[in-house]
């Protein structure tokens, strides 16, 4: 998979989603923060990242809109 700068990536092991700054040949360097909120930059090879799966808010909107209509069903019932 082609990664380009601004993509949000993870290993494939697990870990913190990443920031993707560049890729040059097979090394992409990679931003993140860590649970104290320090900045980390590492090149890391591209055959041990993949692309993050993020929720935009409008999917979260969407999901609380379909929770509180079953709620309505339910005291409907």
């Known amino acids: 998979m082609a990664f380009a ?3 949000v990536v993870i290993l494939k092991s697990g870990g913190e989603p990443m920031t993707v700054v560049s890729v040059e040949n097979e090394n992409a360097v990679c931003l ?3 649970d104290d909120g320090d ?3 590492e090149t890391i ?3 041990a990242l993949q692309a993050a799966l993020m929720l935009d808010e ?3 909107e969407d999901a609380e809109a379909d929770e509180d ?9």
């Open 5 to 7: 700068a601004g993509d």
């Open 32 to 34: 993140w923060t860590g």
């Open 39 to 41: 900045l980390f930059r």
């Open 45 to 47: 090879p591209v055959i």
């Open 58 to 60: 409008s999917d979260d």
């Open 69 to 77: 209509d079953e709620d309505e069903e339910e005291k409907a019932a």
